[in-house]
């Protein structure tokens, strides 16, 4: 009698531990934004995990870039975009890239940071500092060998990225006077593909955030190319995006790159 007083108390136990298993806990209030490098690297990427303990927010960032960002989040399948790019650029870079917005009054955005693109280049090319001349010939493929601007001899290989047209914009209308980059240039596309195909490439360069640069590529000091970080939404921000706005302008500037 005893046995099948204890056995049917592990039955108890057994299913309590498996219904609370199923339930868990409270499940996370959960925020999906498209974003550019500018912003995946400076902020999202420091504030996702104190946020979510801090607010309960769970953010989900998709990397696509500025100009799918404003695609998505007119198919509803984002809450919000955020680019390194003012909002007049973005609307133009928009329409440059066959899709004008009509009504622009349909979106609100705010600028919620900033910041500075620098140049990365392999660690074998030890060139420490770059002009904006230099730096104009380098991406424009004027320059094509390191030992023209002063750095080892060896072929310049410029590496640019598809889903980084808001970096690459800034770039290209403060350094490079809205001269092309170079036709010879190699194609990538997100911000981290291109800091792996620099440190993979001798004489490679390319375009990064600030939080890229470490001990595994070469940072030489440029001329400040600084630019805001963006965010839209379609209408007011719903409650979510509300409080990951007020985490970022709050307690997530400790975290926040500057």
Same mark, same amino acid.
Do not use: H
């Given at each position: 009698?005893?046995?099948?007083?204890?056995?049917?108390?592990?039955?108890?136990?057994?299913?309590?531990?498996?219904?609370?298993?199923?339930?868990?806990p409270?499940?996370?209030?959960?925020?999906?934004?498209?974003?550019?490098a500018?912003?995946?690297?400076?902020?999202?990427?420091?504030?996702?995990?104190?946020?979510?303990?801090?607010?309960?927010?769970?953010?989900?960032?998709?990397?696509?870039?500025p100009?799918?960002?404003?695609?998505?989040?007119?198919?509803?399948?984002?809450?919000?975009?955020?680019?390194?790019?003012?909002?007049?650029?973005?609307?133009?870079m928009?329409?440059?890239?066959?899709?004008?917005?009509?009504?622009?009054?349909?979106?609100k955005?705010?600028?919620?940071?900033?910041? *500075? =693109?620098? %140049?990365?280049?392999?660690?074998?090319v &030890?060139?420490?500092?770059?002009? @904006?001349?230099? #730096?104009? $010939?380098?991406?424009?493929?004027k320059?094509?060998?390191?030992?023209?601007?002063?750095?080892?001899?060896?072929?310049? *290989? =410029?590496? %640019?990225?598809?889903?980084?047209?808001? &970096?690459?914009?800034?770039?290209q @209308?403060?350094? #490079?006077? $809205?001269?092309?980059?170079?036709?010879?240039?190699?194609?990538g596309?997100?911000?981290?593909?291109?800091?792996?195909? *620099?440190?993979?490439?001798p004489?490679?360069?390319?375009?990064?955030?600030?939080?890229?640069?470490?001990?595994?590529?070469? $940072?030489?000091?440029?001329?400040?190319?600084g630019?805001?970080?963006?965010?839209?939404?379609?209408?007011?921000?719903?409650?979510?995006?509300?409080?990951?706005?007020?985490?970022?302008?709050?307690?997530?500037?400790?975290?926040?790159?500057?």
């Amino acid at each position: 009698m005893a046995q099948k007083k204890f056995m049917y108390l592990l039955r108890i136990i057994a299913a309590t531990a498996c219904v609370l298993f199923m339930v868990g806990p409270a499940s996370a209030e959960e925020v999906k934004i498209g974003s550019g490098a500018a912003a995946v690297e400076n902020i999202f990427n420091k504030i996702t995990e104190p946020m979510e303990k801090a607010t309960g927010v769970k953010l989900v960032v998709v990397a696509s870039g500025p100009v799918q960002a404003i695609k998505d989040l007119d198919a509803g399948a984002i809450e919000g975009a955020v680019g390194g790019v003012t909002f007049p650029d973005w609307m133009a870079m928009m329409e440059k890239e066959g899709y004008p917005i009509a009504d622009k009054s349909l979106y609100k955005n705010r600028v919620i940071g900033k910041d *500075v =693109v620098k %140049v990365i280049t392999n660690k074998d090319v &030890t060139v420490s500092a770059l002009s @904006k001349e230099q #730096l104009t $010939g380098i991406f424009t493929g004027k320059v094509k060998n390191w030992s023209e601007v002063g750095g080892p001899d060896l072929p310049v *290989v =410029v590496i %640019v990225g598809s889903k980084i047209p808001g &970096t690459q914009g800034v770039f290209q @209308k403060q350094i #490079l006077d $809205g001269q092309d980059y170079s036709a010879d240039a190699q194609q990538g596309t997100t911000a981290d593909d291109l800091k792996t195909r *620099v440190i993979a490439t001798p004489g490679g360069v390319s375009l990064a955030a600030l939080a890229q640069i470490d001990g595994t590529v070469n $940072g030489p000091s440029i001329p400040e190319v600084g630019r805001p970080i963006t965010l839209i939404t379609k209408g007011a921000p719903s409650p979510g995006m509300l409080k990951v706005i007020d985490f970022i302008g709050g307690e997530g500037q400790q975290y926040i790159v500057k």
